[in-house]
């Protein structure tokens, strides 16, 4: 016919909650291995047979979602790509979440911090920390300076394999690039979540909009498994360049070339 058919579900889905379509990728041929038989398509979200349940995160916010599809509709028309090859679709698409998610940011002047952007757009940390070393009299203390200095290069040694992946990208690439760059950022903000607690000594230990700096390094410690998890996982990202950028052996896959029915389920 002209449209398919679709059950199942999917956990971690960023923004499900407010989105008019979703990115889809759904098992057509069940006599493929696993990366083969997938189709991509673009999926109406606000349709019957759609449910989304939003997940709590630690940091109060509920970005992430569960999506229960039951006899829900796609189009034909709305799939992208050759029947069957989805998954090469979807790499070209999480190449670029992945080269976004590894963009060093700063805050913008003015923010009127995490928790007042908590159901809104993804804060974004200040990941230099210089001012609230000053701000705490803390600027002069070597231990916080070199690790100021450690952050600092962090920052700019991304910015720089960021610009690499983004060439890559506008001369019509798929580049493991983004990997080593969005890996990068997540351990950037651990550690930048990490020093500003280290800043701000026992003040760090309050909490609340009475205490704003505390509230937000509380909030930045927790936000920095966001992106540990969206986008593909600190593992899978090492996964990936271990294999694609250093050339290490494949891991073992004993299901390879099994065609999706036969493969092992829990």
Known sequence: GDEWVVNGQKVWTSGAQGADY????????????????????????????????????????????EVFLTDARVPDSHRLGELGKGWWVLQ???????????????RSEGSGGATAEAHGRIPVP??????????????????IRQDLARLHA?????????????????????????????????????????LQGEILGMEGTLDGDAHPRARDANYSQLNAYFTSIGGGTDQIQRNIIGERILGLPREPEVDRGTPFKDVARS
Do not use: C
């Open 92 to 106: 070209t698409a999480l190449t670029y979440e992945r080269a976004v998610m590894g963009v060093t940011q700063r």
């Open 22 to 65: 979703g990115m889809l990728i759904a098992r057509t041929d069940w006599d493929q291995p696993k990366h083969r038989g997938i189709t991509f398509f673009w999926f109406p979200m606000r349709q019957d047979g759609v449910e989304v349940r939003p997940l709590r995160q630690a940091t109060g916010d509920a970005r992430f979602n």
């Open 154 to 194: 962090m920052r700019t040694v991304n910015e720089w394999n960021g610009q690499r992946a983004k060439a890559v990208a506008e001369a019509g690439g798929s580049s493991p690039l983004a990997s080593l760059g969005k890996l990068a950022m997540s351990g950037i903000l651990h550690f930048a979540g990490h």
């Open 126 to 143: 200040d990941t230099s920390l210089v001012r609230l070393a000053r701000e705490t009299g803390r600027a002069g203390d070597p231990v």
